[in-house]
């Protein structure tokens, strides 16, 4: 839910109009990642059901569409997709489901 958020804002700030808010936003991202790391390493090592995973990313744009209008439809949709391509990253979904 945040990664989208925060993607939508990043996008917004694009047009260069309030620099230092664009790049503490950027900086807050790459934070996030270490986060988003440690998510997965926790699931790789619990092991969780596939029916959990499919859950799991089934429940990504939901999440992501919680921000409303203030994140587009295609954020959502890539949003879920990164979800996706993570967890087929750390080896606990097939990649062809990531795709």
Do not use: N, Y
């Not at 990253?89 to 990531?98: E, M, Q, V």
């Amino acid at each position: 839910m945040f990664d989208a958020g925060q993607r939508a804002l990043l996008d917004d700030l694009a047009d260069g109009a309030l620099p230092g808010v664009r790049e503490g936003v950027r900086r807050v991202e790459l934070d996030e990642r270490w986060h988003i790391g440690f998510g997965l390493r926790c699931l790789i090592e619990a092991q969780p059901s596939p029916d959990l995973l499919d859950d799991l990313l089934a429940r990504a744009e939901d999440a992501a569409a919680a921000w409303g209008d203030a994140v587009p439809p295609a954020t959502r949709k890539r949003t879920a997709r990164t979800c996706a391509r993570r967890l087929s990253a750390a080896g606990l979904i097939d990649a062809r489901a990531a795709a």
